[in-house]
T-cell receptor, first 108, second 116 residues
Framework: LAKTTQPISMDSYEGQEVNITCSHN???????ITWYQQFPSQGPRFIIQ???TKVTNEVASLFIPADRKSSTLSLPRVSLSDTAVYYC?????????FGKGTKLSVKP | GAVVSQHPSRVICKSGTSVKIECRSL??????MFWYRQFPKQSLMLMAT?????????EQGVEKDKFLINHASLTLSTLTVTSAHPEDSSFYIC????????????FGPGTRLTVL
């Protein structure tokens, strides 16, 4: 069964680029990797999803190496409102596995 | 993005009573929905997978007779916490699976359950 590992917390300043990496060995070969953002007392909000290489949307980029044993969420030019917990979600052997989350604190 | 609603957003009940939480996918049909619970400062824990037209699949350690799940239609799943006790107090979150090239879960806003 895959285990996911994310940094517990990260600090950043407004305007900086933030990269959060999730390590996930042994994930399903044909499943996507998904990242979510969660604010306190709210449900997770979909950010981005990818299978391999690089995916970019209007809010983030996702980098996935060829071995798919990790993925990196990249948030360009963060603002105070990006302070939240970020989770990776993968599937392994039919089981959905959420990472423990990375608490990002953005300071002015 | 897809929209998933939950009702109620917050509920307080007495010990021994039952509470029903509704989860609706508003702009897409969802054959599969999921129910999670989340304790403070912890990650989401999958409780069960709700399948339209069939029985739910429960994760190990989750009592199916205590957490009743009904997936009545392609847009509605309900979770009933029966005979609730204070230790059932938690944040319950549902998600609906939108199937496509990449199956994607979209989450509801969550329901805060407090059992007195």
């Amino acid at each position: 069964l895959a285990k996911t590992t994310q940094p517990i917390s990260m600090d950043s300043y407004e305007g900086q680029e933030v990269n959060i990496t999730c390590s996930h060995n042994n994930i399903a070969t044909n499943d996507y990797i998904t990242w979510y953002q969660q604010f306190p007392s709210q449900g997770p909000r979909f950010i981005i999803q990818g299978y391999k290489t690089k995916v970019t949307n209007e809010v983030a980029s996702l980098f996935i190496p060829a071995d798919r044993k990790s993925s990196t969420l990249s948030l360009p030019r963060v603002s105070l409102s990006d302070t939240a917990v970020y989770y990776c979600l993968v599937r392994s052997q039919g089981n959905l596995i959420f990472g423990k989350g990375t608490k990002l604190s953005v300071k002015p | 993005g897809a929209v998933v609603s939950q009702h109620p957003s917050r509920v307080i009940c007495k010990s021994g009573t039952s509470v029903k939480i509704e989860c609706r996918s508003l702009d897409f049909q969802a054959t599969t929905m999921f129910w999670y619970r989340q304790f403070p400062k912890q990650s989401l824990m999958l409780m069960a997978t709700s399948n339209e037209g069939s029985k739910a699949t429960y994760e190990q350690g989750v009592e199916k007779d205590k957490f009743l799940i009904n997936h009545a239609s392609l847009t509605l799943s309900t979770l009933t916490v029966t005979s609730a006790h204070p230790e059932d107090s938690s944040f319950y979150i549902c998600s609906a699976l939108r199937q496509g090239a990449a199956d994607t879960q979209y989450f509801g806003p969550g329901t805060r359950l407090t059992v007195l």
